[in-house]
């Protein structure tokens, strides 16, 4: 069987691509690897160092973007979950947030410039988390209330939020 001329040629010139393609691509594969080790740095955050964390995380305020701080905190980091994720020991103020962040999202705190920022408030941390399990509870707020029958009898309790303590924490107490 002889192959046309035409289809011969164009099966040389799809070889030839091919082999360029990839050669170019291994080229740029190379090329990438070389910038990536040459300006990448691993984060070298410790526990109990104090860190920024990016806003975009904690969309809370109706500020306009434009207006609202770039970072906020400072927050002190409790652990470090592999190299990618730190944990962080969030304020009041974010209570309700994810505590576990990337590292991406995070960056470290120089105190060095607090001077230039008078007016900026400073930031109440909640206690550690064995702490606050043996202080004595302080209420906060008492969120809301109902009744229960229990054995006959009419029960009242209370979704009770605690002083100092995380959203996780509010327990339904009876009423004493």
């Known amino acids: 069987m002889t192959i046309p001329s035409t289809a011969k040629d164009f099966h040389d010139m799809w070889k030839r691509a091919c082999v360029t393609c990839a050669r170019c691509i291994a080229e740029s594969k190379e090329y990438k690897k070389q910038k990536y080790e040459k300006t990448h740095k691993d984060p070298d955050f410790r526990e ?3 860190v920024l964390v990016l806003n975009l995380s904690f969309k ?5 973007q434009k207006m ?6 400072p927050f002190t980091i409790i652990r470090l979950i592999g190299k990618n994720a730190v944990e962080v020991r969030l304020t009041e103020e974010f209570s309700r947030k994810h505590p576990v962040l990337p590292v991406s999202l995070v ?3 120089n105190q060095k410039g607090d001077y230039k920022f008078p007016s900026r408030k400073k930031s109440h941390t909640l ?3 064995a702490e606050v399990e043996y202080s004595p509870r302080a209420v906060k ?4 209330a109902r009744k229960i029958r229990h054995n006959g009898k009419d029960h009242r309790k209370y979704l009770v939020i605690f ?3 995380t959203a996780d924490k509010n327990k339904w107490l009876e009423e004493d």
């Open 141 to 144: 707020k008492i969120m809301k």
């Open 107 to 109: 960056k470290t705190y």
């Open 68 to 73: 609202r701080d770039s970072f906020v905190g």
């Open 127 to 129: 206690q550690d988390r």
């Open 48 to 50: 109990g160092n104090k």
């Open 163 to 165: 002083k100092n303590q």
């Open 60 to 64: 809370k305020s109706k500020v306009p």
